[in-house]
């Protein structure tokens, strides 16, 4: 097939270089795009047209891998593609119909998506979730590539709500760790608490730690993906407060490429970020 990418970070990257692996033609759009993205997408083998405008006229299957707050931005760029248009991001149920009546009100053809963990390596397929009328023929096109391919339902909305709900449990949590350490710091109890955790909750000193890391480098990303989850939960009549506080967490951390220390980490909590 001839697959259009929008817009390539790594995990976007990483799924167009399974695909161009596995054989199909894998379009992609520079304009615009920082040098980085520009390497993650010739090392993935990716074919660059320049602009979103020849990605749409070149394609038959557009997949949209991007930040949560920019999936309808970035269905608005592609309005009229009358193809099959993937989105894959980290949204609520609810936003997933918003950029399907973007996508399918100009002539498209819409296919919800949710991606569970890291991106495609050698021996490890990326889980991609699907959900919609052509989601069975999707998966069956996409066999052979490095995905492993999870159809749900021919209802649009269930891959997102999937998405939602894992990563309510994983990102979540690592917020709610941060939150907590960060609160006994701040009374002066922390040493107790650690002591307290290593008899009668082991591992979770060390899962604080890979919280901080993940929170610096990829946090900035998940500030979007908690206030999507709180907007999932409020619109079952659950309270959404949980994720919106997570989203604070991730708002308040340094947002840092390098290894950053949980003590780094620690010390931009107590603080909220200048209005």
Known sequence: MRIGILHPGEMG????????????????????????????AADEGLIDLGSVVAVVAAAEVIFSVCPPHAAVDVAN????????????NAIAPATAAEVAYVIESAGGNYLDGGIVGAPPKPGRPTKLYLS????????????????????????????SALKAAYAAWTKGTSALILSV????????????????WADSQPGLD????????????????????ME????TFEAVGLPGGFHHAAAEI???CRHDDTATSLDEVLGDLSQPEPS
């Open 13 to 40: 990257a990483g799924i167009g270089g399974a695909l161009a692996e596995a054989g199909h033609d894998v379009f992609w759009a520079s304009e615009g795009r920082s040098a980085a993205t520009s390497g993650r």
């Open 77 to 88: 760029e592609v309005a009229g593609f009358d193809g099959l248009y993937l989105d894959a």
């Open 132 to 159: 919609g009328a052509a989601a069975e023929e999707l998966a069956s096109a996409l066999e052979g590539a490095n995905l492993d391919c999870r159809v749900l339902s021919a209802r649009p909305g269930d891959a």
């Open 181 to 196: 350490r960060s609160l006994a710091r701040s009374f002066g109890i922390e040493e107790a608490l650690v002591t307290e």
């Open 206 to 225: 060390a899962r604080a730690s890979a919280a901080a890391q993940q929170a610096a480098t990829k946090g900035w990303r998940w500030i979007g993906e």
């Open 228 to 231: 999507e989850i709180a907007k």
């Open 250 to 252: 991730y708002r308040r």
